[in-house]
């Protein structure tokens, strides 16, 4: 299983619904949750952390389901500068090794007028 | 303004001029990492460090070199380019915890083309 897991989408979205998508992750250890939004080329920028008991800002959700180990994303009212990539990124274990977070491949999601 | 700056945003070279891609960053963290993006495998970090004079490889650090003789500066060297390191490298520093509180700051990027 792969540390970080995403669907690359694209995800094409009518303007003003809701869109939701999920990632997996396979460290059960794992901590420190976030979801990033990149735009085309550029560098990705923190959106929101996610906590234990889920968190909202705005029209965006952030959910985590330890069980499970996944962690999930809600934008509701989707406008056209919501089209982006976001990226489910998870701490490492800690120890010997690589360390800091792992980021996953993104999806891809894009706002229609 | 709080920033972390790499230069130059956009190079292209010949295969095995040695070339250095500048990171500084003027936040006082104390964790500082590289990652290449590439389409398809998403970012990878190369390199990091936790504070000054030390660093550790990450998941790619082979054909790379880092050095943190400063807190604010983390320079990516790389002593023969060849043309598999043509990529999208960013630079990330953090607070504390190695980002695990708070998440990265991210530098513009470097656009790092490899004939």
């Known amino acids: 299983r792969k540390e970080v897991e995403q669907d690359p989408g694209p995800f094409n979205v009518p303007e003003g619904a809701t869109v939701a998508f999920n990632c997996t992750y396979s460290n059960s250890a794992s901590q420190s949750f976030f979801w990033y939004r990149q735009d085309c080329r550029k560098e990705p920028k923190l959106l929101m952390s996610v906590y234990s008991s889920g968190n909202e800002d705005g029209r965006f959700t952030a959910q985590l389901n330890r069980a499970s180990q996944y962690i999930s994303l809600l934008i509701r009212d989707s406008k056209l500068s919501d089209s982006a990539t976001y990226l489910c990124?998870?701490?490492?274990?800690?120890?010997?090794?690589?360390?800091?977070?792992?980021f996953g491949k993104g999806t891809h999601l894009i706002i229609q007028p | 303004e709080a920033q972390v700056t790499q230069n130059p945003r956009y190079l292209i070279t010949v295969t095995g001029k040695k070339l250095t891609v500048t990171c500084s960053q003027n936040?006082?963290?104390?964790?500082m990492s590289w990652y290449r993006q590439d389409p398809g495998l998403g970012l990878r970090q190369i390199y990091y460090s936790m504070n000054v004079e030390v660093t550790d490889k990450g998941d790619v650090p082979e054909g790379y070199k880092v050095s943190r003789k400063e807190k604010r500066n983390f320079p990516l060297i790389l002593e023969s380019p060849s043309p598999n390191q043509t990529s999208l490298y960013f630079c990330?520093?953090?607070?504390?915890?190695?980002?695990?509180?708070?998440?990265?700051?991210f530098g513009s990027g470097t656009r790092l083309t490899v004939v």
């Open positions: 990124v998870v701490n490492r274990s800690a120890g010997g090794g690589a360390d800091g977070l792992t």
């Open positions: 936040m006082n963290h104390e964790y």
């Open positions: 990330a520093s953090s607070q504390y915890n190695r980002g695990l509180d708070y998440g990265y700051t």
